[in-house]
């Protein structure tokens, strides 16, 4: 139900159609070109979120200058969300909008969901166990798919009306429904086209949404409970970028060691513990055991980056290790020990919107604001596994304080 019948390239089997839709993706969403042509929607999402930090510390101020702000993570949620449904379909919504919380709370309930392992999936015989689930389920993909209908209706009527459209506004959806009517891309006749851009955006935000908010949660706290590693991220942009304008994405090649902050907080806390399941499509022998086509496959990503044979004090939050002993490895699932987007024909393709967005916030707010925990006290770094995702036990709460000039505060743009 919530796969569309297996049209999304995020579980259909590796063929013709799976390399289609994935290129497609690729090419109309994801690539480096097309993610430069859609920085104005990063850069002026992160915006809005300084700015919204900065209005809640200017109402909330008291006698020391700081204020608590609670549950980062939704923050974060907004953010990520309106970075990617403006992509896809070119919607933005406010919190507090009443459509855009049910678009949200909808979509949400679409992720968990569709991570969830139930009784049914591990043992089929007893799937009658799960009929609430089920049923849970079946409502969730309706209300799901009247708002993916409602996105490719609209974006069907602005195609028919023949206007011009600029294209760095042309959202992916459609990008993908002009791409379907082309006669090259016939490999993709073995669903409507409907269905296709469906299940195709489905994987898209499925993938994109929820880990890339856990990632960013996950850092700042990390770093709040570092401030010795807080304060050398803020000095090197100081050094690049200095207080008189805010930060731009072309400032972030040059912030290093903000980018190795990145990488140990994804190895520490992969959004992902456990990579999403997958199967052999032939009889191979792994390390001497035979294994047989049809077996299921489950990484568990979280006690690889934490292997002691590869990482040095492995439970240790330790930046310069990307720096130093481990400075050839990134992000892109080239080395066995480190591979948070996953590796090979299936890593996530979206590894490039990702790193951005979490280079572009954090050097964001790091510029823009210092951050304490709200106690003194170390803030709680627990566990929660909804589903497939690794997310924060508890709602992130930091203080905080302006570190520019008010004018900078209030550069939102569209």
Known sequence: MLGYNFASFGFVP??????GLRKIAVLDLLSPSRLRMLSHVRTSEVKFLMSDLYKVWAEGKGSTGKVVVEEMEKRFETLVFNVVLRMIAG???TTGDKEGDHVKNTIKDYVHELGTVVVGDVIPWLRWLDFSFQKKVKKTAEEYDVIMEDWIKEQREKMSSGKPVD???EVF????????NSEQDKDLSVFDKGTIVKATC???IGGAADTTTVALTWTLALLVNHPEVLNKAQEEIETHVGRERVVEESDLKNLVY???VIKESLRLYPPGAIIAPHQTVEDCIVAGYKVKKGTRLMVNLWNIQRDPEFWPQPEEFKPERFLTTQKDID???????FFPFSSGRRTCPGIGLAVQSMQLTLATLLQGFDFETPTGEPTDMSEHFPGMITSKATPLGVLISPRLAPNLYNQTSS
């Open 202 to 204: 489905s994987t898209i």
């Open 173 to 180: 959806v459609a990008s993908l429904l002009t791409r379907l």
């Open 167 to 169: 294209p760095k506004d």
């Open 14 to 19: 590796y063929g013709p159609y799976w390399r």
């Open 258 to 260: 903000l980018n190795a």
């Open 91 to 93: 919607r933005r919504y």
């Open 331 to 337: 992000v892109w699932g080239q080395s066995y020990e």
